[in-house]
């Protein structure tokens, strides 16, 4: 079965500072990824996705997610942190079946990113 | 509204209660989810459809849960004999097309509780 791991729960970094959000999966074939943010009380918001072509991806708000084949990994990054950035980020990953990729995301469990002023 | 919208957005109900849970989605839309989101978990898919039809409803955890569409874009979640288990945000998600490749936009989300 296909899958994400986000192996921390929480990622304390000063603002001004470059943060990293790391992300595993591990699915069959090519991977489509991707990330999202939820503010509290808010429904989730797209940040990024890797489909093909270059490793790294630009998205919304400055982020940007470097693909990793060799280590099975997609993890988010920004080069440097604003306070408003401070959030629970998901890493998702589309579910394959035998028909190939389908249209279910399948979540990771989150990371809350915590920005000090 | 240019977003997807989801009502309630709270709802309280007691055990052995039935509930509706309604989505619209962004206007033209084809396809349309359903996702469950527990406290500290991330979401976990119920079901989608694409147009009326339902074409993967392997997330529904069981016979309680149901989910129309019948007009291909208002769509409504119901759970019959609630439990208390069925408590969690219910989350709502629509994309242009049925391409993998293509992002889902969540909408605010319906907080149910079941007492």
């Known amino acids: 079965a296909q899958s994400v791991a986000q192996p921390e729960d929480q990622v304390n970094v000063a603002e001004g500072n470059p943060l990293t959000v790391k992300c595993t999966y591990s699915?069959?074939?090519?991977?489509?990824l991707f990330w999202y943010v939820q503010y509290p009380n808010r429904g989730l918001q797209f940040l990024l996705k890797?489909?093909?072509?270059?490793?790294l991806v630009k998205g919304s708000y400055g982020f940007e997610a470097e693909f990793n084949k060799s280590q099975t990994s997609f993890h988010l990054k920004k080069p440097s942190a604003l306070v408003s950035d401070s959030a629970l980020y998901f890493c998702?990953?589309?579910?394959?079946?035998?028909?190939?990729?389908?249209?279910?995301?399948?979540f990771g469990t989150g990371t809350l990113l915590a920005v000090q002023p | 509204g240019a977003g997807v919208s989801q009502t309630p957005s709270n709802k309280v109900t007691e055990k052995g209660k039935y509930v509706e849970l309604r989505c619209d989605p962004i206007?033209?839309?084809?396809?349309l989810y359903w996702y469950r989101q527990s406290l500290g978990q991330g979401p976990e898919f119920l079901i989608y459809?694409?147009?009326?039809?339902?074409?993967?409803d392997s997330g529904l955890p069981n016979d309680r849960f149901f989910a129309v569409r019948p007009e291909g874009s208002v769509s409504t979640l119901k759970i019959q004999r609630t439990e208390r288990g069925d408590s969690a945000v219910y989350l709502c998600?629509?994309?242009?097309?049925?391409?993998?490749?293509?992002?889902?936009?969540f909408g605010p989300g319906t907080r149910l509780t079941v007492l």
């Open positions: 998702a990953v589309r579910d394959k079946n035998y028909g190939g990729a389908t249209n279910k995301l399948i």
């Open positions: 459809f694409q147009g009326t039809g339902a074409a993967d």
């Open positions: 890797y489909i093909t072509g270059d490793n």
């Open positions: 699915v069959s074939g090519n991977p489509y």
């Open positions: 998600a629509s994309s242009g097309g049925l391409a993998a490749y293509n992002e889902q936009f």
């Open positions: 206007s033209g839309h084809t396809a």
